[in-house]
């Protein structure tokens, strides 16, 4: 019975999508641009990396003629062989907005199809009724913030003060998102996951996408650090996605990473998690090498788009790549007849764009199997396309959306 594995690389996209203009993002391309940095030199950084990208084992796969479906331009230093190794393509979102859990779930066969609720406000950004609701249900003397901000400066601004007084700090961002840090043992890892749960049922009316728990730890008057105990407290996704497709086919599940949490932890099997991208790939590899006949895997890379694409750091992100290139063997290496291990990304998040925001692009999608030659998938009209694909290669029930290629 086969198996399959599908391979999120979080923010990886591959050229702006065709109604990248309602977003405000014609010519973002994560992958384009940070070539194109490479090869000028402008993510050179000492004692990381150096030069143009270099992707060699993504390129055999067909990484280039992907990203070419998209833009019509092979990305600098990415050329292929006559024959790729996998079958290659792009895909487009059809979802409302950019944000994660909209390309994981339409990736997995179900799009959104109502509007995302945000806080466009900088500053006061979350309302007052909420916040206060929020306070009641915390038990909290107050909060901290409450505006637009970076995680890891929000932190540092209001650490020592959220020490002192026992107050969350709240904030959000252009996402679709309510993030709550506090102090892993001050305030409590509990606790919070308790607070972020309370704050997750006050935010379904307004379809907030996700609440965010984000713990930290550190001493006044700093420097205060994020934990690897980041919690996302999702919306529940649309019934019938690939998920609850395995799951009512009584297939194995393994998800790693931030998936379970995407997917509100519905039908996610075996979740496993590790901080970072590394410990995500030796989850993958472990997975693989246990997986039963008929199961799937469904992994979340996370640090290309928390680590460096809302940093706008180019030449980490480039580096990020390359390590991920660089161990790509050990994944393929796990692959037994008749698998699929398919690669693809949820949205872009391009270093080089203005911003900290997700860009609206196409993603790349890769489809291996061992010993079949490549092909062309051409440009899919719907990321749903590949949950679609996965399903009827285990030979389960269709999702919602998607046509298998």
């Known amino acids: 019975m086969a198996r399959a594995a599908l391979i999120v690389l979080d923010s990886f996209g591959v050229g702006h999508a065709p109604d990248a203009q309602v977003y405000g993002d014609q010519g973002a391309n994560t992958l384009g641009n940070i070539a194109k940095a490479c090869a000028q030199g402008r993510a050179d950084h000492p004692g990381l990396r150096s030069g143009p990208l270099h992707m060699p084992h993504f390129a055999a796969l067909g990484l280039g003629l992907a990203a070419e479906c998209a833009g019509g331009i092979v990305p600098v230093g990415l050329a292929a062989p006559v024959t790729p190794a996998a079958a290659y393509g792009s895909a487009i979102e059809t979802s409302r907005g950019k944000d994660t ?13 109502f509007d995302w609720g ?19 249900a915390g038990d909290l003397p107050g909060v901290l ?17 959220h020490c002192a007084s026992g107050k969350p700090i709240i904030y959000t961002s252009v996402d679709s998102v309510l993030q709550i840090a506090a102090h892993e043992t001050r305030f409590g890892l509990e606790r919070l996951y308790a607070l972020c749960q309370a704050a997750r049922a006050l935010c379904n009316d307004r379809h907030i996408g996700r609440v965010i728990a984000r713990p930290f730890t550190g001493d006044a008057p700093g420097p205060f650090l994020r934990t690897g105990n980041r919690r996302d407290f999702a919306m529940p996704p649309p019934l019938g996605n690939l998920l609850d497709r395995a799951a009512e086919a009584g297939r194995a599940i393994i998800t790693i990473g931030k998936i379970g949490d995407i997917f509100a932890h519905r039908a996610t099997g075996q979740e496993r998690h590790g901080f970072g991208n590394e410990a995500n ?32 750091d180019i030449a980490g992100y480039a580096a990020a790549l390359e390590r991920l290139d660089a161990r790509l ?15 693809t990304a949820d949205h872009g998040n391009d270093p080089t764009w203005r911003g900290t925001d997700h860009t609206r692009e196409q993603v790349p999608v890769l489809a291996y199997q061992r010993g079949i030659a490549g092909f062309a998938l051409g440009q899919r009209p719907s990321f749903a396309d590949i949950g679609a694909s996965l399903a009827r290669h285990l030979g389960i029930g269709a999702p919602i959306k998607g046509t298998s290629w």
């Open 281 to 312: 790939i030796d989850a993958t590899l472990n997975a693989l090498k246990s997986l039963p006949e008929g199961g799937l895997i469904f992994a979340n890379y996370v640090d290309f788009d928390s680590e460096f694409g809302h940093r706008r």
């Open 101 to 113: 859990p909209s390309g994981h779930w339409e990736i997995a066969g179900a799009p959104v199809d």
């Open 329 to 343: 063997p050990e994944i393929l290496g796990q692959a037994r007849a008749g698998d699929l291990i398919v690669f």
């Open 118 to 136: 945000y806080f466009p406000a900088l500053t006061d950004s979350i309302p007052k009724d909420l916040v206060a609701a929020l306070i009641r």
């Open 145 to 161: 913030g409450n505006c637009h901000a970076s995680g890891t400066q929000i932190i540092e601004q209001f650490g020592a003060e």
